[in-house]
């Protein structure tokens, strides 16, 4: 089997960040999104959101905000990848953010996502935070499912989220950390 590897990423794996967010996304979004939205969903689309992304985050981190950008690579293949990050305005439930967890359609099932969560947990644990939280789309069954297994509790309907200019709704799930 091929070894799987979790490691930092950084602004020149944008491209690879990129790829994957879009891949990712059309294919758990297919019955989730407008066709019309979800196809103004592209790598270059992707690579420049996480291009500004990636901004925030080190600008984040110059005034004391951790974040934690991984990338997994099963052998020398970009399988998968996850961000989480205090936000400037963390609210009084939640300490932080997980923004980002997709792995590739061809790796579901595999562990990817799991190694990708393990390493967000450890990073969360560095941090002092007590909770985390995260949006996914109303729908997304197999996330959910892969959230609650993990941890996470529901906490309920929490608004839209923007994909390829349609507004999709979200609910809001969080982590206990200690
Ligand atoms: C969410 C994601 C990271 C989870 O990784 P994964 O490798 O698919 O996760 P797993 O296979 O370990 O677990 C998925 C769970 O969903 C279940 N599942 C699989 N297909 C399902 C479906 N169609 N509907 C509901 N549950 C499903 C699995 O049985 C498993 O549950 P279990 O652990 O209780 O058996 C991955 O599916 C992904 O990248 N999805 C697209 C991106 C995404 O939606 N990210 C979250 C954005 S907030």
């Known amino acids: 089997m091929t070894e799987l590897h979790v ?42 959101v996480w291009r500004a992304r990636w901004a ?3 600008d984040g981190a ?27 305005t963390p609210d009084d439930r939640a300490g932080a953010e997980l923004n980002a967890l997709h ?7 595999t562990g990817v996502a799991q190694a990708l969560m393990r390493g967000v947990v450890d990073a969360l644990g560095t941090w002092g935070v007590t909770r985390a939280h995260l949006l996914v789309l109303e729908g997304n069954a197999r996330a959910e499912a892969f959230y609650r297994r993990a941890g996470w509790v529901l906490r309920g309907p929490a608004g ?16 206990r950390l200690r």
Do not use: C, K, N
């Open 62 to 88: 110059a005034q004391g905000r951790p974040y934690v950008s991984l990338l997994a690579e099963a052998g020398a293949l970009p399988v998968g990848f996850a961000v989480a990050f205090v936000p400037a």
């Open 7 to 48: 490691r930092e990423w950084h602004d020149d794996d944008l491209p690879t960040i990129g790829r994957l967010h879009a891949v990712s996304r059309h294919h758990a979004y297919a019955d989730l999104v407008d066709p019309v939205a979800l196809a103004r969903v592209s790598p270059a689309s992707q690579e420049a």
């Open 160 to 175: 839209t989220h923007d994909v390829g200019g349609a507004e999709v709704p979200v609910l809001r799930y969080e982590l």
């Open 56 to 58: 925030g985050l080190r």
């Open 103 to 109: 792995v590739l359609p061809s790796h579901h099932g």
